[in-house]
Each structure stands twice: as C-alpha cells, then as structure tokens.
C-alpha cells in the first residue's frame, strides 16, 4: 500500500467524495503529472498538512523530479508570504497602502528549479486557497501569458480544491472517531 492510499484510508466515511477525487485529480486531466502533483503538493503544504504533503511526495511517480517537489515547497512558502500582504492590501482598500513598495524578497518567482509556468500554476494553486484575489489575478494572467490554457487553470484549481478539502478532512478525521465512541 503506497503512502498515499493509506492516507485516502483515514479520510472519514463523512468525506469519502474526498478519497475517490484525490486519485481522480492526480491521474488525469490536461495537466502534466508533474503539474499535478506539484500543485497538490504545494496546497498540501498551504493547508498545513504535513501527513498529506509527505504521502504525496513519497507517493509520486518517477517523473515527478525533486525540482518539482522543491518548487511546490517554494510556492507554498512564498505565497504564506506574499497573500497576507496584498490581502491586506486588497482588504483595507486604501490607495496609500498599494503606492508603499512591497519590499519583500520574491526572486524564487524568477528563477524556479522547473518552470516559470509551473511555477507560477502552484503559486495561483496556493493563492486560491488562501484567498488572495489580487494574487489569484496576477498568476491567473500570467500563466495565460506563458501559454497556459483556462482548462489547465481550471484543473490546477480543481486539484487545489480536492487536496484542501482532503487536508481538512484528515484533520477532523480524529474528531469523527472520537464522536463514534
């Protein structure tokens, strides 16, 4: 049993949707495997679900490189940063706030360990989920620019929605037992 199934396996009966969509989500759709996995592992991550981020790592096919792994940790931990600040920024609503320069290092966006494009689908991945519009815009537009189509956004959105829902499911799945008894 691979880590990732057995992980599936501690999803609670009250969210098993959730155990047939992460398989479904990672084994098709317009994406690369590497996309795929990449954007699911870095969401993992932004859900802070180490268990689920680990069993998707170790449970990765073999095209799946560490460059991929190392650019979804990246992601996830550069958009920790950068969606608190222009949430923030988005959220107040004031023109002054958005003429301060951000000052906040970012080169990782420039020079990723795989692509731009891929990059930049785990960064839009990890900024739905924590609810940055101006940060979802910005990859959103960006990826069209690189070529991406809407379809491939839409799949990378899909995964980030089903490894979410996954890691707060697996967080709760303690709850659901302790219930039972």
């Not at 460059?67 to 931990?77: G, P, Q, S, Y």
Request: charged letters at 25%; hydrophobic letters at 50%; aromatic letters at 4%.
């Amino acid at each position: 049993m691979s880590a990732l199934e057995a992980i599936r396996a501690e999803i609670p009966e009250a969210a098993k949707d959730l155990r047939l969509n992460l398989n479904a989500v990672l084994d098709a759709g317009t994406l690369a495997p590497s996309e795929r996995w990449g954007v699911a592992i870095a969401v993992a991550l932004a859900s802070r679900s180490r268990r689920l981020a680990e069993a998707l790592i170790a449970s990765r096919p073999e095209e799946v490189s560490g460059k991929t792994v190392e650019d979804a940790v990246a992601a996830a931990a550069l958009m920790g940063m950068t969606n608190v600040f222009y949430r923030f920024r988005h959220l107040v609503g004031k023109p002054s706030y958005e003429q301060k320069p951000a000052k906040l290092r970012m080169m990782r966006l420039a020079k990723p360990a795989t692509t731009t494009a891929a990059f930049e689908l785990f960064s839009l991945a990890v900024s739905a989920v924590n609810a940055c519009e101006t940060c979802v815009r910005a990859h959103e537009a960006t990826l069209l620019q690189h070529g991406t189509t809407e379809d491939q956004i839409h799949d990378a959105i899909r995964i980030a929605s089903v490894v979410h829902g996954a890691a707060v499911a697996l967080d709760s799945a303690s709850l659901v037992r302790e219930d039972a008894s």
